[in-house]
């Protein structure tokens, strides 16, 4: 059995998995972020309480930020602030005494690699995961591999930058992904911050207001794709994160690009992932799966 985890600033899911790849068991649960020693002390539970009924052959995290796979650091940790730039698999691997792999890789990637073996990137060579979330993230298969960059964040697209109205330059990020969808609302209503909206609530499109504020974001999300495309020439672009499910994304997406004067020339395949919210869970998998 393999014990997968995908870590998030707001909750951890975990699933436990036969070789085959289909789901035993999962679950979720609040992140517990205050200090190492309240996230190591949740994460031990879930993997005793496994370890008591199956036999493990391995761990794997799926976890926001910049991650050195290879030695088993986040180097960025998104929400996960403690453990920046921390041994996390030694200090786990020391924790729970295991004698079997632990292996981390960022969420993005994990998602990619998910899409890569039992996803919409199965018949594919090369092709890109765009994850829209409270940033943008994402992951590149390039000849059936996943491409990790030079210090390990390729794949962080939210951190394009392009100019505002007064020529400063801001991050994709703030405007596209689903953070800047909820910030552009509430500066259309003149509405704070701390005012409760959600993209479901934008998504319905049923105001002026709401199909205004879609198109401008879809326009910067647009943005996103169309750089992506002409860089890496993909076969494929595949869309992941909550607001993936959404039947107008694509089309709010599509749309900007068909006006761009060279997109005949550029022109790819749009899709949603398959996995969709599964796919860090389902990747960690993967990722212990193809190193044991």
């Known amino acids: 059995m393999i014990i997968s985890f995908d870590v998030g600033g707001i909750f ?7 070789m085959d790849g289909t789901i035993i068991h999962q679950g979720k649960q609040p992140t517990e972020i205050e200090t190492e ?21 391995g761990i794997g995290f799926s976890f926001p930020g910049v991650i050195d796979s290879e030695r088993g650091i986040p180097i960025v940790s998104g929400a996960i602030k403690p453990l920046r730039g921390k041994p996390f698999v030694k200090l786990l691997k020391e924790r729970i005494n295991s004698s079997y792999p632990i292996f981390i890789e960022n969420d993005g990637n994990c998602a990619a690699l998910a899409e890569l073996y039992s996803g919409n990137g199965r018949n594919l060579n090369d092709f890109v995961v765009i994850t829209l979330g409270t940033g943008i993230g994402g992951g590149i298969i390039h000849d059936r591999e996943l491409m990790k960059g030079g210090r390990f964040s390729a794949g962080e697209f939210g951190m394009m930058l392009i100019p505002d109205r007064q020529g400063k330059k801001e991050i994709l990020a703030k405007y596209a992904s689903t953070q800047g969808l909820l910030n552009l ?11 409760p909206v959600t993209g479901e609530e934008i998504f319905k499109g049923n ?10 974001w879809g326009e910067y999300v647009a943005l996103v794709v169309y750089n992506i495309i002409v860089t890496m020439n993909p076969e494929k672009i595949l869309i992941g994160g909550g607001v993936s499910q959404s039947p107008l994304l694509l089309s ?27 796919a860090g869970l389902i990747g960690a998998f993967y990722l212990v799966h193809q190193n044991i």
């Open 185 to 195: 609302y509430r500066q259309r209503l003149g509405i704070t911050s701390d005012t």
């Open 12 to 18: 951890v899911k975990y699933g436990l998995f036969d």
């Open 37 to 57: 020693e309240h996230f190591f002390g949740m994460i031990e539970e879930i993997i005793s309480n496994y370890e008591a009924k199956y036999q493990i052959k």
């Open 207 to 216: 105001t002026l207001v709401k199909k205004d504020v879609l198109k401008l």
């Open 252 to 278: 709010l997406i599509e749309r900007p690009l068909q006006k761009y004067p060279e997109w005949e020339l550029f022109a790819t395949p749009i899709t949603r992932c398959y996995h969709q919210n599964d």
